[in-house]
Nanobody, 128 residues
């Protein structure tokens, strides 16, 4: 099992930028697992935002964030990042990072059921 702790959330104006971080501990081979970011707005389901393969060779994004958000990882620091640019009020949500339950999956997974471990979430609020 891996423990995940998100940080970097907060209040930002529309059009601004924010960088989320997710630090992992507990699982020895962090670098063998894909990592994902999901978000959940009040009263809505948790949805996929972005994911990156274990070796950073492939990424995927939800259509709503393509061209604005960038996912990256630093395996030496056991940390995954989500750079959020040109944010919009509809990006307001609690953002969660998650670790894949399969080692070295060749393609990223976009469903919540593919991820075994979750952080506690960090709130992002975008004002108009």
């Amino acid at each position: 099992q891996v423990q995940l702790v998100e940080s970097g959330g907060g209040l930002v104006q529309a059009g601004g930028s924010l960088r989320l971080s997710c630090a992992a501990s507990g699982r020895t081979f962090f670098s063998s697992y894909a990592m994902g970011w999901f978000r959940q707005a009040p009263g809505k389901e948790r949805v996929f935002v972005a994911a990156i393969t274990w070796n950073a060779g492939s990424t995927d994004y939800a259509d709503s964030v393509k061209g604005r958000f960038t996912i990256s990882r630093d395996n030496t620091k056991k940390t995954v990042y989500l750079q959020m640019n040109s944010v919009k009020p509809e990006d307001t949500a609690v953002y969660y990072c998650a670790a894949d339950q399969v080692t070295r999956r060749p393609v990223v997974a976009v469903t919540t059921s593919s991820y075994a471990d979750w952080g506690q979430g960090t709130q992002v609020t975008v004002s108009s």
